[in-house]
Structures are given as C-alpha cells and as structure tokens.
C-alpha cells in the first residue's frame, strides 16, 4: 500500500513579507498557460539510456516541444570542461549552436537535456535566432519517447576506445550504432575546403574567359 504523504499545512506565512529597495517589479502574475498546466512532455526512465524524455500527450508533427537551454560558452571553455572528463558515460549536455558558441546544458539546463539520441527521431532540432528549439517531425503519441539525432561531432584522429562512448543502442531497425555524425569534422572541413577551392577555380576561370579583373 502507497503511504500517503503528510498533508502541508497551508503555506501562508505570518510573516510580513520584508520590503526591499530598489528591485524592479513585475505588473501583474500572469495565470499558468495551457502548456504550463498541461504539459506537453514528462521526464523519466528511458529504455535508451538514463531517463527520458516522453510525451505527455498526443503532440503533433511540426510542435515546437521544448527549448534547449543551458549555458552559453565558447567552443574553447567547452572543449576545456569536457577534455578531462573522457571517462564520461557518454552523456553529453554540449549542443553547438554555431562556429562561435556551444550550450552547455549541465549548467541552467531544462527537460531537453534529456532527450535521447535516437537513429529514428520523431523530432529535429531547429536554430532560430541562435537559440535551439526540439519540433516534432511526427506525431508522437503519449508515453512515446522523444528523440533526435546528435550528429556528434568527432575527429577521425580521435581516440576509437573513446569514440565506443558513443555508441548507439536505441534499437531501431535502421541504428547505425553510433551517435556520432556520419563524417568526421576533419574530413568534412576538408571536404568544404575543397569545394570552395573549386568554386573560386571556377569563378576565376568565368572571370577569364569573359575578360578579367573587375573595374573599381
Ligand atoms: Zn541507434
């Protein structure tokens, strides 16, 4: 039989609540949304890893479900705080948001932080505004975990005991058994480098045949 919990007494303080200058104060206290007081998404066990994110009822394809928050840091501080932690268990709260800044959701994270990797997501991430957002790319019925695709970043020098960290067992039929991105970064920069060479190589050949050095 489940205990019931004492009761909490009322909380109303007999307290006067003490006055303190100079804050700034809001208007008025707004009732809680709709999504507030229902929620879209509950966190517990997951059967991927850890706990989970799950929906709490039906959510629609295209949903914006929940922001991806943490602290912002650079690519530096955030390769500083994780190099030493390589006996990590493969949980990694660094979502990159672009060349210039990283959330580091273990510090001010929410829900999103939780949500696994899976190789058949049901959502997608979305950057707007440097700010990460999770959308459903599937209706998603209740009690159904959600998931995305890391795509995590790696070297092809990096260390392979290492990158077996990340390996993949959300059990889909079509896993790919790993959560990192399916090219390195070293090889993927390469390959961009290249293709700009190449872009340039040709605009300057345009440029010759149709007779050379632009006027000022
Ligand atoms: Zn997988």
Redesign the pocket.
């Given at each position: 039989m489940k205990k019931t919990p004492p009761r909490k007494p009322a909380s109303r303080s007999s307290k006067p609540v003490a006055h303190h200058a100079h804050m700034r104060h809001a208007d008025k206290v707004a009732r809680p949304t709709a999504v507030e007081s229902d929620p879209l998404y509950i966190v517990r066990r997951s059967r991927i890893h850890g706990r989970g994110v799950h929906a709490a009822r039906r959510i629609r394809s295209g949903t914006r479900i929940v922001e991806y928050v943490g602290q912002r840091i650079s690519h530096a501080e955030a390769d500083a705080r994780y190099e030493a932690k390589l006996k990590d268990d493969g949980h990694t709260f660094l979502f990159v948001v672009d060349d210039e800044i990283c959330i580091d959701a273990g510090i001010d994270g929410n829900a999103a932080r939780y949500i696994n990797?899976?190789?058949?997501p049901n959502c997608e991430t979305v950057i707007q505004g440097r700010r990460v957002f999770i959308e459903a790319i599937r209706t998603i019925q209740p009690g159904q975990e959600l998931g995305y695709d890391y795509q995590l970043t790696w070297d092809s020098t990096d260390d392979p005991a290492e990158l077996a960290l990340y390996a993949?067992?959300?059990?889909?039929a079509?896993?790919?058994?790993?959560?990192l991105d399916s090219e390195p970064l070293d090889k993927a920069r390469k390959r961009k480098a290249a293709a700009k060479r190449k872009r340039a190589a040709t605009r300057l050949k345009a440029a010759g045949k149709s007779g050379g050095v632009r006027k000022a």
């Open positions: 990797h899976t190789c058949d993949c067992r959300c059990g889909a079509q896993c790919r058994g790993t959560m």
